[in-house]
């Protein structure tokens, strides 16, 4: 079956770095998304890696390892606004999302 | 980014309505929408795609005579949860993509909180 497995609930203080790692067990690979979501909110979105390595996009940076199954997202320099939840996202091959459950990132000052 | 404009944002309704929900995509021609629902602290659950012009592709377990979804144009897609239990109570969400081989971004509506009382 296909499966997303990322941990449930995460606490990072303010200013500090925090990585959110994400495995993927999918039918085929298409990429992988990473979401933030406020609560009450629909999803933003942050990043897509379909090759293998780390993209940066400011504070953000997104890491792939396609043998590995396996995905983080990386998150600098926190801020209060960070306090959200992350959504890890596979597209299989048939370029349907295949949905982890969220991971709380709990931000205290 | 591209704009994906769903409406309303919160409907309260009795049980035994209808409520219609819109998407739309503002500024790009979506030929593929996505309707997902997403309970308290879970993630979303997709409930159906819709592909212009066509009958709408629903997921296993998905009702599809309560949740009647027409896309009638390339920048509209609509959900209508008929006889509203409330347990139909829940987070309804579109997305749109402009083309559907496009996967660099999936774009999402604001999401509407339906409440069934």
């Known amino acids: 079956g296909q499966n997303i497995d990322q941990p449930t609930e995460m606490t990072a203080t303010e200013g500090a770095i925090v990585q959110i790692n994400c495995t993927y067990q999918?039918?085929?690979?298409?990429?992988l998304f990473w979401y933030q979501q406020h609560a009450g909110e629909a999803p933003t979105f942050l990043s897509y890696?379909?090759l293998d390595g780390l993209e940066e996009k400011g504070r953000f940076s997104s890491f792939l390892s396609r043998s590995k199954g396996y995905s983080y997202l990386l998150l600098k320099e926190l801020q209060m606004k960070d306090s959200a939840s992350y959504l890890c996202a596979a597209v299989d091959s048939n370029y349907q999302l295949i949905w982890g459950a969220g991971t709380k990132l709990i931000i205290k000052p | 980014g591209a704009v994906v404009s769903q409406h309303p944002s919160r409907v309260i309704c009795k049980s035994g309505t209808s409520v219609k929900i819109e998407c739309r995509s503002l500024d790009f021609q979506a030929t593929t929408m996505f309707w997902y629902r997403q309970f308290p602290k879970q993630s979303l659950m997709l409930m159906a795609t819709?592909?212009?012009?066509?009958?709408?592709?629903?997921e296993q377990g998905v009702e599809k005579d309560k949740f009647l979804i027409n896309h009638a144009s390339l920048t509209l897609s609509t959900l209508t949860v008929t006889s509203a239990h409330p347990e139909d109570s829940s987070f309804y969400i579109c997305?749109?993509?402009?083309?559907?081989?496009?996967?660099?971004?999936?774009?999402f509506g604001q999401g509407t909180r339906l409440t069934v009382v």
């Open positions: 997305s749109a993509r402009p083309h559907s081989n496009d996967w660099t971004e999936a774009f």
């Open positions: 999918t039918s085929g690979f298409n990429g």
């Open positions: 890696n379909v």
């Open positions: 819709s592909n212009e012009g066509s009958k709408a592709t629903y």
